[in-house]
């Protein structure tokens, strides 16, 4: 059975992995293959035991488990653009399933999980960013609803600099 719940301590090692793999299958070709070879679970395991010993008050891990496996995993929170920092704003700030469940659903259940956390914590709206050249990410979130509203930046990814485009989804209309 698949169900969406909560991160735990327990799950830092499993989320490290999905982390590391699912970077190095999604960017493969938009980021530096010295980058993407260098990410593996343990260089990420510090950082999510860190994050899931405390979740920030406004921060949201939840991960999609089937059969006790987890396969996912999603971040949310309030958003901090400069143009959206507005109470009811929210941001979805990573998500990512392990390549081996891609085209499982699992990526599906996480959005709405994410969506309904959103709205749960009083959401209205909410944001992503995703690489412009990362078209089965554009379009898996396109075809969840989601659209560009034309805001774009620059970011720096290991010694790579590359172009994100900014998505929002209207909560209040979607059930």
């Not at 008050?57 to 971040?75: H, K, Q």
Request: overall charge negative.
């Amino acid at each position: 059975m698949t169900e969406v719940r909560d991160a735990r301590p327990a799950d830092a090692t499993r989320l490290a992995q999905i982390q590391a793999v699912s970077w190095q299958a999604a960017y493969r070709g938009l980021l530096s293959e010295v980058f993407l070879n260098g990410l593996t679970a343990t260089t990420r395991l510090d950082w999510w035991n860190s994050r899931l010993a405390r979740v920030p008050p406004r921060w949201a891990i939840l991960v999609v488990e089937n059969d006790e496996d987890v396969s996912g995993f999603v971040t949310i929170g309030h958003c901090d653009d400069d143009d959206r920092r507005v109470p009811e704003a929210g941001e979805l700030y990573a998500m990512y399933v392990e390549p081996d469940h891609w085209d499982g659903g699992f990526g599906r259940c996480l959005l709405l999980g994410a969506e309904d956390r959103f709205r749960a914590s009083g959401y209205e709206n909410a944001s992503l960013w995703v690489l412009r050249d990362n078209q089965r990410a554009r379009r898996f979130y396109e075809i969840g609803g989601w659209r560009t509203d034309g805001a774009q930046k620059r970011m720096v990814i290991g010694s790579d600099a590359v172009t994100a485009v900014r998505y929002v989804r209207d909560l209040r209309a979607s059930t």
